[in-house]
């Protein structure tokens, strides 16, 4: 079945810097110490990326920062947990945009 | 409690992978990058090859109380071998040389040997320290309930195995019942010193992952589990040692029924880390499996890769320099942040 996304594809995510080698070699300087241990422990920030790929919508983000979470110590309930954090903010965000529709009908109400 | 759960040993179910034999070879078909031995030669340390030993592990037999899913032992209550007294003997008659000095006594339970304690009060009064590998729950037996007494009593080094802080986590790898017994022994533990500051009843913390996933890093996690250990249970300990999962006997089922095999060993072959072969436990251990016969580890003697001599003829000068016998389990070992009976290896 066709489909956009393949999982095999996780492993080949390097080849998106074969035609642009330095911008690819910046992007994964960056990246690398973003996710060392620092004000922030790399478990939290394991479980930040999880939060973050779902908010996303990234299945290879999302496969990759699971199997990273639990490597990094964090159990289900604190992955569950970190979900929820994610899905608040996507909720709460798309609420509080409620604001803009309540001025907007107010503006054009009688 | 009784915790006999999930399904008998590898043995009882005759499954296939019940044999040394099959597993060996079901190892070294897989599609590996590259070998064990042409890792360990790139870092230049090939061939690999021991030290003197300083720890005697004495696997005392496969007897167990449980059934864990993945015990590389394949242990269980249906499992009947057990050390022989004459192995025993043998056993002290090495230590009584007085070159090695540490006792690691495994199995199974092991604490379920009916000459358990005789083997660890004459390891102590030949000054030997002695480490006993318990699953916990062993302790809340009818039979056992004094063990915790007569392990402090001898001062005895407590390597308890526990996968995670909660009980879901626990009880996938270990069964139904097996948290609340194992929270029960720590704190019978706890009450007679053990992990307590100045008392030097030395208790420490074995967790492995709950799946095909490498360990956590170890000093992190231990800070982790120290503050949940005391917060959740009041529980106190002194060291968290973190284990890789090894890929033989029941993990080993479980990383093939659940298609997460080659995924695995790819994973460790990719972690492969040289800054932790130095610290490689088959280097210095001895381990003895329950007939005398002899391995480089305890993984090595369930997969029966044993050295060429036995308990009964051994010498120390036949063991320094040995060549150490490695296959693809071995990535378990070095991957990552490395693995051994004392947790990682690496930094």
Not at chain 1, 24 to 43: D, H, I, N
Not at chain 2, 96 to 114: C, F, Q, R, S
Not at chain 2, 319 to 325: E, H, K, S
Request: one cysteine or more; glycine letters at 8%; proline letters at 5%.
């Amino acid at each position: 079945m066709d489909t956009y996304y393949q999982p095999q594809d996780l492993a080949r995510f390097a080849e998106v810097g074969e035609d642009a080698p330095a911008l690819w070699q910046a992007f994964m300087g960056w990246y690398g110490p973003v996710f060392a241990e620092g004000a922030l422990t790399e478990r939290e920030k394991a479980l930040i990326a999880l939060a973050v790929a779902h908010a996303v919508q990234c299945p290879y983000c999302i496969d990759a920062y699971t199997t990273t979470c639990l490597e990094k110590g964090a159990d289900l309930e604190q992955m569950t947990e970190a979900i929820h954090v994610a899905a608040a903010i996507r909720g709460g965000a798309t609420l509080v945009h409620g604001v803009q529709m309540r001025n907007t009908a107010q503006q054009i109400s009688m | 409690m009784s915790a006999i759960n999930f399904h008998p040993s590898l043995q009882h179910r005759s499954h296939p992978l019940a044999s040394p034999v099959a597993q060996r070879h079901l190892l070294a078909e897989l599609p590996l990058a590259r070998s064990f031995e042409d890792a360990v030669a790139s870092t230049g340390h090939a061939p690999l090859r021991s030290q003197t030993p300083t720890v005697l592990q004495m696997n005392v037999g496969k007897r167990c109380n449980q059934v864990c899913r993945h015990c590389h032992v394949d242990a269980g209550p249906d499992r009947r071998e057990v050390m022989t007294p004459e192995v025993i003997a043998a056993c002290l008659r090495l230590l009584a040389t007085g070159a090695i000095g540490v006792v690691d006594i495994t199995g199974g339970a092991p604490e379920l040997h009916p000459q358990f304690r005789e083997i660890v009060r004459e390891a102590r009064a030949l000054g030997c320290h002695v480490i006993d590998r318990c699953n916990l729950t062993i302790t809340q037996l009818p039979d056992y309930q004094d063990l915790p007494e007569f392990l402090a009593e001898h001062e005895v080094e407590v390597v308890a195995s526990l996968p995670a802080y909660s009980l879901k986590q626990t009880e996938a790898q270990r069964g139904n019942g097996v948290f609340d017994a194992s929270i029960t022994a720590l704190r019978q533990l706890n009450a007679l010193g053990y992990g307590q500051p100045e008392s030097g009843l030395v208790l420490n913390l074995v967790t492995n992952p709950v799946g095909a996933f490498l360990p956590p890093n170890q000093r992190s996690l231990e800070a982790t589990w120290k503050r949940e250990m005391m917060r959740r249970h009041g529980i106190v300990f002194n060291h968290l040692y973190t284990i890789t999962n090894m890929p033989i006997s029941r993990f080993l089922e479980f990383l093939l029924e659940s298609g997460n095999l080659e995924a695995y060993m790819e994973k460790l072959v990719n972690a492969f880390n040289p800054a932790a072969i130095a610290g490689l436990m088959c280097r210095y251990t001895l381990s003895v499996g329950w007939d005398g016969r002899l391995y480089d580890c305890d993984f090595n003697q369930m997969l029966e890769m044993a050295l060429p001599q036995t308990i009964f003829e051994v010498t120390l000068a036949d063991l320094g320099d040995r060549p150490i016998q490695v296959a693809a389990h071995c990535f378990g070992c070095t991957a990552g942040a490395g693995s051994s009976c004392g947790g990682a290896t690496a930094a």
